[in-house]
């Protein structure tokens, strides 16, 4: 057994059965989505170990729903489509893909392509976690304490603190942050992260113990780091 889950995402009823048939008798635990809608539900639920993901669908493309599912996630993602052009193979692969797989394709190459991806994902480095008296911050459970006490983040703001806190200390600019957070087309509107900064800063501090978030590191207005022992991050101009 493989003991992986694989959420395989696709509009057409007949390919899902399919795939599901020879990833279950390769060992794999499987389940669907056949929408970009339904995916990023389903990957916010099952946590699959890896998406299979077909970018022409009705609701939102593939490539929509990559973008919106690496926001929160790390697994490996693999684009499958008819599309073969140098163009698509870009556009997939700066949407959060890892790898593009070309219909029709030999079910021996997904195979490997699925192993092979499996393979670079276990053996990368877990997702960072914040353990103070203060702050627990799980990254890969969506789980934030404050004292002890559990704290309900809007996905915009866990995706601020999210980032912040993969970024290991390294400087980030207000531009970088937005483009992460909000995506390629927003990277002015500083607006919106001064909102969510405002809320983070709010649910998260208290002014009778040492803050979380501290206000150096401030930027055209918005001030914010994230500090733990030895390390702080810090949005930078």
Same mark, same amino acid.
């Not at 990023?40 to 609701?59: C, F, G, K, Q, T």
């Not at 053996?123 to 704290?151: F, N």
């Given at each position: 057994?493989?003991?992986?889950?694989?959420?395989?995402?696709?509009?057409?009823?007949?390919?899902?059965?399919?795939?599901?048939?020879?990833?279950?008798?390769?060992?794999?635990?499987?389940?669907?989505?056949?929408?970009?809608?339904?995916?990023?539900?389903?990957?916010?639920?099952?946590?699959?170990?890896?998406?299979?993901?077909?970018?022409?669908?009705?609701?939102?493309?593939?490539?929509?729903?990559?973008?919106?599912?690496?926001?929160?996630?790390?697994?490996?993602?693999?684009?499958?489509?008819?599309?073969?052009?140098?163009?698509?193979?870009?556009?997939?692969?700066?949407?959060?893909?890892?790898?593009?797989?070309?219909?029709?394709?030999?079910?021996?190459?997904?195979?490997?392509?699925?192993?092979?991806?499996?393979?670079?994902?276990?053996?990368?480095?877990?997702?960072?976690?914040?353990?103070?008296?203060?702050?627990?911050?799980?990254?890969?459970?969506?789980?934030?304490?404050?004292?002890?006490?559990?704290?309900?983040?809007?996905?915009?703001?866990?995706?601020?603190?999210?980032?912040?806190?993969?970024?290991?200390?390294?400087?980030?600019?207000?531009?970088?942050?937005?483009?992460?957070?909000?995506? &390629? /087309?927003? !990277?002015?509107?500083?607006?919106? =992260?001064? $909102?969510?900064?405002?809320? @983070? +800063? *709010?649910? #998260?501090?208290?002014?009778?113990?040492?803050?979380?978030?501290? &206000? /150096?590191? !401030?930027?055209?207005?918005?001030? =914010?780091? $994230?500090?733990?022992?030895? @390390? +702080? *991050?810090? #949005?930078?101009?």
């Amino acid at each position: 057994m493989n003991n992986a889950t694989i959420l395989v995402v696709d509009d057409e009823p007949q390919i899902r059965r399919v795939l599901r048939s020879t990833l279950c008798s390769n060992g794999y635990d499987v389940v669907e989505a056949k929408s970009g809608q339904e995916a990023i539900e389903m990957a916010v639920r099952e946590h699959p170990d890896l998406i299979l993901l077909d970018v022409n669908m009705a609701d939102m493309s593939g490539l929509e729903a990559c973008s919106k599912i690496r926001l929160s996630f790390s697994m490996p993602i693999i684009v499958v489509t008819v599309r073969n052009s140098e163009h698509d193979k870009v556009l997939a692969l700066d949407s959060g893909a890892d790898d593009y797989v070309v219909k029709p394709f030999a079910m021996g190459e997904l195979l490997a392509r699925i192993r092979a991806a499996l393979r670079r994902s276990s053996s990368a480095e877990p997702l960072p976690k914040i353990e103070t008296p203060e702050l627990s911050i799980d990254i890969k459970r969506r789980i934030v304490d404050v004292r002890g006490q559990r704290v309900h983040l809007s996905p915009k703001e866990f995706e601020v603190l999210r980032t912040l806190v993969v970024q290991e200390g390294k400087p980030l600019t207000h531009k970088r942050l937005l483009q992460t957070v909000w995506g &390629p /087309d927003h !990277a002015e509107e500083t607006e919106n =992260l001064r $909102v969510v900064i405002n809320q @983070l +800063r *709010k649910k #998260i501090e208290n002014d009778s113990c040492a803050s979380p978030l501290h &206000p /150096d590191g !401030a930027l055209a207005g918005i001030p =914010l780091s $994230v500090a733990k022992p030895g @390390l +702080r *991050k810090t #949005i930078a101009p």
